[in-house]
């Protein structure tokens, strides 16, 4: 079992920048992990915003948040970070930390792949 714990959330400007954190329980040995953020505004599916695999650096982004969003880790603290810059109101949703523990492979797209999901930080961003 891991627990995931995100942190960071808040209400920002547009133009704005927020910093989110999530820290996992243990740390990913053997085959690592595939770390990734997804949001959910109101009303909406929950969506995938980026992914990285513990063992690597190898970052995925949405094209909604390319050039603006970096994902990074510190696999000593176990944990993953979301830096967002130049933030929108479209941004504006509660973001979720979520693992696939242990990677097989796979999409790391696709939601349903990820088995391990924090309680969520929620992001306002006012125009």
């Known amino acids: 079992q891991v627990q995931l714990r995100e942190s960071g959330g808040g209400s920002v400007e547009a133009g704005g920048s927020l910093k989110l954190s999530c820290v996992a329980s243990k740390s990913a040995t053997g085959r690592g992990s595939m770390m990734g953020w997804f949001r959910q505004a109101p009303g909406k599916e929950r969506e995938w915003v980026a992914s990285?695999?513990?063992?690597?650096?190898?970052?995925l982004y949405t094209d909604s948040v390319k050039g603006r969003f970096t994902i990074s880790q510190d696999n000593a603290k176990n944990t993953m970070y979301l830096q967002m810059n130049s933030l929108k109101p479209e941004d504006t949703a509660m973001y979720y930390c979520a693992a696939v523990w242990p990677w097989y492979g796979g999409n790391p797209l696709q939601k349903n792949l990820y088995n391990y999901w924090g309680q969520g930080t929620q992001v306002t961003v006012s125009s």
């Open positions: 990285v695999h513990t063992g690597s650096y190898h970052p």
